[in-house]
């Protein structure tokens, strides 16, 4: 076990349940951006990081929890595991929720890559850029990749593929949001459902910096029908917030108790909770393999929401 991480409260993706089929950290790119921190194993080869039937295991065994998508990310770029498309259609047949990939798109230049990830229900891939200089700059990718090639697998893909495609961009200052239009203009190009803007809110790998929320909004005109990925509004419903303070103080509860007993979406259970534990009013606690919240301060069993 171990191959599955959450459920997380995804900003695009609602209550997510990852799968990461890599070895920290492997990835084609090397994002100044990356949450992850620098690329450990910068490589384009493909092949096998996991034991494919332990992740199918895994799957299976936590398949009737509660989560909006089964996501395929996690320590890199998912598309180098050459087993995913086997992983991505077992597991449909598994679950009942979609299944989501997120990939940096540069392996869709491949048409056996392309099948693969078209099983999928739903694939959010990026384009952080529109010129070689900087794709470059921003992505710093393995050699051998070229950003023209990547937005005609972009073209290719959305020719073949059925599901929905989220394409974000992610902006930072002064490296790639000079040249907007021209990356407005590829994203375009490709067909996507959704344009999504993202800037920098996480750690990222390198001290840069991210759009202020002034920059995004005008982000709009030059992407227009694009959306941005939302932060988090931390704030709980002032009744929401005095019933379960109430409800924990009284009885200890697992995320799906509260989620029937307030009547609330699992996402937004999870992330009530997250922000009553930053304010010292609830904490959690691992018992008899469950986690189970309670009322008062305590010791963090697990970090699940990112
Ligand atoms: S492609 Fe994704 S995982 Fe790879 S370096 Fe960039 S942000 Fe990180």
Redesign the pocket.
Known sequence: MGYLFGPVLSRRLGLSMGVDLLKY?T?N???V??E?GK?ACLTSHRGRFVPPEKVLMEISARKNESFDHITFAGS??PTLCRDLGEIVRKAKEMIDAPVAVIT?STLLVSPGVRREVAAADVVLP?LDAATEGAFRAI?RPASGLRIEKIVQGLKDFRKEFCGEIWLEIMLVKGVNDREAELIARAAESTHPDRIQLNTVVRSPAEPVSPLSEEEMQKMLEIFPGAELIPDWDWSVPAKTRERLIDHLSRRPSTLEEICAILELAGSDAIKYCKILERDGLISRRLHGGKLFFHSGCGHQAEIFIS
Do not use: Q, V
Request: proline letters at 0%.
């Open positions: 950290k990835c790119m090397d994002c951006y990356c992850l690329t890199g770029e940096n990026s992505n």
